[in-house]
């Protein structure tokens, strides 16, 4: 969105102008339904994890109210003018609204990822009082801010969220080329698209490497549990794909011979922490074959969006891509790639510091709620996944609506205050 309407305000082209107001919209649709499934997580605090959230309060709730007053406040203040604003405030002003959309969510990511990532490798806090009333208290708020892991997860998480976005406009894009309509739009916003998406896999290569070095540095566990290591030898291998045998101890699949010791160490003999020398009360994850087959999901997709980005970018270079239609219907589909390796990504985080909640400080069975039963957490569940499941076919329905209609043609000629000097119409 800041990129089209930045062109349209430089270039004077309502092609632009027109990409701008109908990823606008789309935007809008994606927003609501992100606003609606982030309120559970409010009273999910306070009703499934009272024990968690006194324990963390002082830190977490410090993190999150950072994230209402920076984020959501500037994000949702200027969501107004962006959607609603076009024909009556100026284009310079409807641009900056836009940029700080684009700010705001970014800063919402920010204080998310800092909470989370405390929870991952804390810093900056003390433990005050003993047994049920201890709970931390934050020392150093930047020490807290910048902990260990907080700014390579940052970055890991934001770069996945640019591909997403990237791969969502190609997808439409493709769509419409593969139906022969709005065919100038399409190949505008798909130029523009690919560009992001072969920049941002590449640095997703990047992030990727750098948050393995800080799991191995701080959660070796989980680690171990991302490749399959039970025994610490040298040249620990590096799984392609492969099924891990928990009883066994085994995995069974293709690897590269020392491939995990170079990555980890730069050299191939060094070994890599198994579990056999990790101390029994940093416990394991339960879910071993879980956390190691999401995580080898996640880069077996990340490696196959930097292919798919590169040989299209070849075949438009080539002349192909737009006689080929099978492959833009792998367009059109790979709107799914970073949808599932971001979930995947999560999945490997989350289940892979387990036993931890607060990881080496509190264990996720210990910040649960005591005085909650199992079957109101399930029925709540049952609930809530009815309840989002109605609201994800509204979305579905209402974002179908929005692709057939396609960009409006009297976007080409803005209307109003917004309308261009007659020698640029």
């Known amino acids: ?25 789309i935007f809008a649709l994606i927003f609501a339904i992100g606003v609606a499934s982030g309120i559970v997580m409010e009273f999910e605090f306070g009703t499934n994890w009272a024990t968690y959230s006194r324990f963390v309060g002082d830190v977490f709730g410090s993190a999150l109210a950072a994230e209402g007053i920076f984020a959501f406040f500037l994000e949702s203040g200027f969501l107004a003018i962006l959607v609603f604003g076009w024909d ?12 700080m959309v684009c700010l705001g969510a970014h800063f919402s990511a920010v204080w998310i990822i800092v909470a989370n990532s405390w929870m991952q490798t804390p810093a900056g806090y003390r433990i005050v009082g003993e ?18 892991s907080s700014m390579d997860r940052l970055f890991h998480t934001l770069v996945g969220c640019w591909q997403a976005g990237a791969w969502l406009v190609i997808s439409l894009s493709a769509y419409y080329i593969l139906k022969n309509r709005h065919l100038e739009f399409a190949k505008r916003s798909l130029q523009i698209a690919l560009t992001v998406a072969c920049i941002t896999s590449l640095l997703q ?33 590096m799984y392609i794909f492969g099924w891990v045998d928990v009883e066994a101890e085994k995995v069974y699949g293709l690897y590269i011979p020392g491939g995990l010791s170079f990555l980890a160490h730069k050299n191939f003999e060094t070994p890599v922490k ?14 071993i074959n879980a956390v190691f087959q999401v995580y080898h999901l996640m880069i077996a997709i990340g490696m196959g969006l930097i292919g798919l980005s590169f040989f ?56 649960l709620s005591k005085t909650v039963k199992a079957e109101a957490v399930l029925f709540s569940l049952i609930m809530f996944v009815l309840i989002y499941f109605l609201l994800f076919m509204v979305f579905l329905y209402l974002l179908n609506e929005k692709i057939q ?21």
């Open 1 to 25: 969105m800041v990129i089209t309407e930045g062109l349209w305000l430089k270039t004077k082209n309502n092609i632009y102008h027109q990409m701008a107001r109908f990823w606008t919209k």
């Open 88 to 99: 009556k405030v100026k284009p310079g002003f409807h641009f900056f609204s836009t940029c």
């Open 131 to 148: 047994g049920k009333t201890a709970r931390a208290e934050i020392t150093d708020f930047w020490a807290m801010v910048f902990n260990p």
């Open 205 to 237: 290569l990047y992030s990727g490497s750098r948050s393995a070095d800080i799991v191995m540095k701080y959660q070796p566990a989980k680690l171990a549990a991302m490749e399959g290591v039970f025994k610490t030898k040298p040249y620990t291998p």
């Open 274 to 287: 198994g579990f056999d020398t990790i101390s029994p009360e940093w416990g394991r994850p339960q879910l």
């Open 312 to 367: 299209t970018v070849f075949a438009w270079y080539k002349g192909w891509l737009f006689k080929w239609k099978w492959l833009q219907f792998i367009l059109v589909l790979s709107v799914l790639g970073p949808q599932v390796a971001n979930q995947a990504g999560w999945y490997t985080a989350e289940m892979g510091r387990q036993p931890w909640i607060v990881y080496g400080l509190m264990k996720t069975s210990e910040g």
């Open 405 to 425: 209609h396609g960009p409006d043609d009297k976007d080409l000629i803005p209307t109003g205050k917004l309308a261009l000097p007659e020698k640029n119409k």
